[in-house]
């Protein structure tokens, strides 16, 4: 097998690995779920995400330190991740193969000769770096998630490509998921795909922050590619499918060169070889993006950190719509943690994190957010599996005894993510003298945190009732008419003047049955005025049992702003948003 | 300017003749899908037939009581108190259980269907001759979570039943002859396709808007859509449900009763052993025996009365004269 054909075969598997990973991340034993499968090994296998938490947090959370066989594997070899490995780089390789493989070979030496925009990647990769590291409480924040291949791809297949499937009937669980932001998620996807058409692999050329960070780190690299001038004719065929436009033909550029090895297996001459020596035609080891760029980037990517803040987001303006799953760390070391690659999203359950759109801030933007609307059922208060997932700890692994409060956490009550609060203009009990209490019926805690308090409010009819003959559990009315079986459903009573009142159990026009017998001194007279009430027990949240879980928001029948509302409020992740005592 | 070619005959007919289809195609098109009402805004309701009725008329009115603290005993005693499972279910019958999968929520808590139960009766009715025995409810919580918490689903594939989670190409819309609020609904149908027997069994527990959530309160698990909105009028929905869902036999749970905070629970100190089983072929009469065990009299539980007047059974279940039996 040639070193081009062991290069296709090793990027087929990492891609079919990757997907599987992907479509395996839902919770359960069976070897199509969750089970044990590492789902989250090419995250942590991607350096960037390793260096870039590294900087923000200066710790390497528990599996980043794979990263360390990618930084080994790279110092050695070179960008051999993006050649054999990378997912994202083998799609982008094989729709850029698809485009170009029918246009002139003049044509394609054209598209795969250097640019220097290819510089523009080192560039993204130093503003990205600087807002990890520099940010102005130490840990900055990890916007590298946006561009990092990986993290992108994960995002864009858990989040829109997988869902996509589903709603074809593939792989479906119960119904399909739902994910907000999927069109724009899938825009950004889509765009990187297709940019291959107009140049073979355009997003590790230009764009793609890890494959800079590569690039550098594989700069003394053992083994390269070179070039012998003696026995080359100059045909410039190994420029023919260069995918990283590293200019085999003249001095290579090595940090450009994605070891696809298409100049290997193309040259004709034995020009081109795999070595430990440096290439004698030249190389140009490191890029040259222009110290002023670099710099530019570096003082951008720190202004960008301090001006998210500056807008107020972590501190006095922080968004109480912006409630974060269970485990999220405060505001400020979740930023500098969330690479934004949807695994919470994808493993949960209930379908109830999803990507924050730009309501939430920049900075914020397609990293988890709870939406009870969207979701099965809120969050699920015996549920910690995204903080188990998270590969960066920005959801930190929670215990079960954690997050329900109990065993040696009995002392710290329950984990909250927020609190309910009843909007009394849209509940119906509050404002519409309808009986409902879903809420509190759905409220999972023991005792719940929603509780009722009755009231009686009094029914508008259109004309007003007058007793007639009453006795034992019958009032006849002798004026006013009822809509027949209107008042018989077991919530409405009638007012005695005594104060008594006495449920009603069934009615006609001018007759009503009452569920217990008039007690004989308070039997009201021919022609005293009678009344209708209807019972309703209005919901009230008890604010230290409410733990933010949201199927009271869920369930509520009002469903286009709910009448029961779950935000950030009182959320323990953050002392600052404790509201009562 | 020189005069152009002039149009050959058979030029002229070519271009004439896609012309035409051309025209035709249009006015075809056009005539096919031309709509002089416009769109309706909402689809026409679609009158659907009730529920199929999988009662027995042998077994009418039969009520049996166990005490005991073991599920699976005091099951088998009930059932044989009340003529054994072979009065219910045949050979070649195909038998739906339906549970109360509420909650994602352990046994230990109550909330739902005890696994047990499940388990017991699943054996019982394939032991008496069953073709198939399938496990159903359409959950508050996210489905696939509740039947794996609870314990249901995997009791009910230990005893080679199947387990079917709601979705929503399984519901169909079902109207209640003479019903109100049952009109034109969306009905976990899918499940009762070719089914001979149904059976509920559900714990008994205290629920703050009906007052009780028993056998009856069991089938709001059946109906899909909006149906919190029934929670505004819940007692006559109740009578409805008893009118639509006429079983083969109910299993009423009241080994453990959730006293408080019903129907979710959630700490064993809502709970209290009360030691009883009750069986029946009348739901009403069932929940008006199990309404007790919730220190509470049927007339305390208005969608009882309501049941009872709309002739779905009886409130007064000592008239059916339960057997009592106790392990």
Redesign the interface.
Known sequence: MSLRSARRASQVFFTLLFLWFCAVST??GRFTELSGWPVNLFLELDPLAAVATLLATHTLYRGLLWALLTVCATILLGRVFCGFVCPFGAMHQFVGWLGMRTRPTAARLAQNRFLPAQNLKYVLLAFFLAAAALGPAGGGSLLAGLLDPICLAQRSVNLTLLPLFERLGVA????PRLTREALAIASVFLAAILLNLHRPRFFCRFLCPLGALLGLLGRFALVRIGRTPEACTGCTLCERACEGACEPTGRIRTAECVLCLNCLADCRHGAIALSTRASAAGEIPLPDPGRRAVIAAVVAGAATVSLGRIGGATGATWSPSLVRPPGALAEEEFLSRCIRCGQCMRVC???VIHPAGLEEGLEALWTPKLDFRAG??GC?H??IACGQLCPTAAIRPLRLEERLGTAEFASRGPLRIGCAFVDRGRC?PWAMD?????C?????????AIF?RPVYNEVRLPEPLVVGEASGQRVGLAAGRLEPGRF????YFILLPSGRRL?I??HGEQAIEL??AIPEPELPPRGSPMAVAIRL?QPHVDPERCIGCG?CEH???V?GKRAIRVTAENESRHPRHRMTL | MPPADPLSRREFLRRAARAGLGVALAGGLSAISFDAAGPLGLPPEQAKAGLPDFSLPQTAGRIAIARGAERRETLSLALRALGGIESFVGRGDRVLIKVNAAFASPPILSATTHPDLVYELARLCFAAGAASVVVTDNPINDPASCFALSGIGPAARRAGASVVLPAESLFRPVSLEGGTLIRNWPVLTAPLTGVTRLIGVAPVKDHHRSGASMTLKNWYGLLGGRRNLFHQDVHRLIAELALLVRPTLVVLDGTTTMMTNGPTGGSLSDLRETRTLIAGTDPVAVDACGAELLGKRPEDLPFLGAAEKAGAGTTDFRRLSPREVSA
Do not use: M
């Open positions: 919770l359960g479906v669980r119960g119904e359950p209930t379908n099965t059922s699920q015996t549920c119906l309808r009986p409902c209490i879903v509190q019926e759905n409220c999972p805690v023991s005792p719940k009722t018989a459903t077991g919530d449920r159990r069934a569920a217990a027990q199927v369930e509520c029948p469903q």
